[in-house]
């Protein structure tokens, strides 16, 4: 049964390497999946528990499920935004939402989500541990509504 989650958020910045770019001058599509991952991994450390500690724990959370739409492209040397959110809490999944957003104009370049599901060491599927959902209740109970 899954749920919605309180609206946890993290925003963290990232300058485009001209790495990022494609022959046309603009961030190659499949590195907005990049920026994804590192706002979840903040979103994590955010709430008190990296990436890195679950897997200690024997769990991790493969990509299930991924949508990106968009709008405007990126270019070298820009700073864009990566806004973060829990959208869905499962038993054995997490939903996250992105936004990304130029941050000299806020102008929105692409949104997406990613749903992943929660793995044991085996590779079984696994409900989410408690360690995670106890960082992500305390948040909410810390974060202002």
């Given at each position: 049964m899954n749920q919605p989650a309180a609206r946890l958020k993290n925003v963290t910045s990232y300058r485009v390497?001209?790495?990022?770019?494609?022959?046309m001058g603009v961030v190659y599509?499949?590195?907005?999946?990049?920026?994804?991952?590192?706002?979840?991994?903040?979103?994590?450390?955010?709430?008190?528990?990296p990436y890195g500690e679950i897997e200690q724990q024997g769990f991790h959370f493969p990509v299930a499920e991924v949508t990106c739409r968009y709008f405007r492209?990126?270019?070298?040397?820009?700073?864009?935004?990566?806004?973060?959110?829990?959208?869905e809490l499962g038993r054995a999944t997490l939903t996250f939402n992105y936004r990304?957003?130029?941050?000299?104009?806020?102008?929105l370049l692409a949104t997406?989500?990613?749903?992943?599901?929660?793995?044991?060491?085996?590779?079984?599927?696994a409900r989410i541990p408690k360690t995670l959902q106890n960082a992500i209740a305390l948040a909410q109970t810390c974060s202002p509504h």
């Open positions: 390497i001209y790495g990022d770019t494609d022959q599509y499949a590195n907005y999946l990049r920026w994804f991952e590192k706002g979840r991994a903040e979103w994590l450390r955010q709430i008190g528990l492209p990126s270019r070298y040397d820009e700073v864009v935004k990566i806004e973060t959110e829990l959208a990304i957003t130029r941050e000299t104009d806020d102008i997406g989500s990613t749903k992943h599901a929660c793995i044991d060491h085996a590779g079984r599927v």
